[in-house]
Each structure stands twice: as structure tokens, then as C-alpha cells.
């Protein structure tokens, strides 16, 4: 079992910077595959990012590359999405996932543990 608790969300004007952090529960973090998906209002859910369990490897979605860096830190049970030059259409509750296998790395069904959300709004 593991629990998810994402922070730093919040109000940033477009061209800023936030790092979002997720700490996780459980002695199992480090063999975890970690995502970060986003929704926005009256969207489907959509993937961000994904790194490995040990970070060797990461993905992010086309919107996103360029502009926001996966990590992660076993020592500290805790994954960041350090997210540069926000855009307005950035805006979307964002949520930290964890799963057994990277392979299918954008599916939602991919994963199996969801925290509860953090929003993150860009002002234009």
C-alpha cells in the first residue's frame, strides 16, 4: 500500500516557476514507477510525466518537454515536477501516481495508488 500527498501547488503569472513535491507512504516507494497526471476543468485526465523507480529513465507529454523536469529522491520517499515557464493552459489540478511498471507509462490504468490533487493556477 502506498499513500500519496502532493504540495506546492498554487497562483503563479504566466512565465513563472513551481515545484510540486509528493511524499509517499511505505517502505515500497523505490521499486514504484511515478507519474504526475493533470486535469483541468471539464477535461479528461491527462499524463505530464513519468520517471522509473530507480530515475534512470523519464517521459513527459509533448505540451510539457522542454519546460518541466521529473525527479526523484528514495532516500526521502518523495517525487518532484519542477515546471518552468508556465503557461496559462498549464492550469489543472495536479496528481501523483504510483505504479509497478513504467512500460505503458501514459495510461492512467497503468498506475495503482492517486493522490488527492494539487491546484495549480497561471495567471495570464
Known amino acids: 500500500q502506498v499513500q500519496l500527498v502532493e504540495s506546492g501547488g498554487g497562483l503563479v503569472q504566466a512565465g513563472g516557476s513551481l515545484r510540486l513535491s509528493c511524499a509517499a507512504s511505505?517502505?515500497?516507494?523505490?521499486?514504484?514507477?511515478m507519474g504526475w497526471f493533470r486535469q483541468a476543468p471539464g477535461k479528461e485526465r491527462e499524463f505530464v510525466a513519468a520517471?522509473?523507480?530507480?530515475?534512470?529513465?523519464?517521459k513527459y507529454a509533448d505540451s510539457v518537454k522542454g519546460r518541466v523536469t521529473i525527479s526523484r529522491d528514495n532516500a526521502k520517499n518523495t517525487v518532484y515536477l519542477q515546471m518552468n515557464s508556465l503557461k496559462p493552459e498549464d492550469t489543472a489540478v495536479y496528481y501523483c501516481?504510483?505504479?509497478?511498471?513504467?512500460?505503458?507509462?501514459?495510461?492512467?490504468?497503468?498506475?495503482?495508488?492517486w493522490g488527492q490533487g494539487t491546484q495549480v493556477t497561471v495567471s495570464s
Open positions: 501516481t504510483a505504479g509497478p511498471n513504467y512500460n505503458n507509462y501514459p495510461a492512467k490504468s497503468q498506475y495503482d495508488y
Open positions: 511505505g517502505r515500497t516507494f523505490s521499486t514504484y514507477a
Open positions: 520517471i522509473t523507480y530507480n530515475g534512470a529513465s523519464t
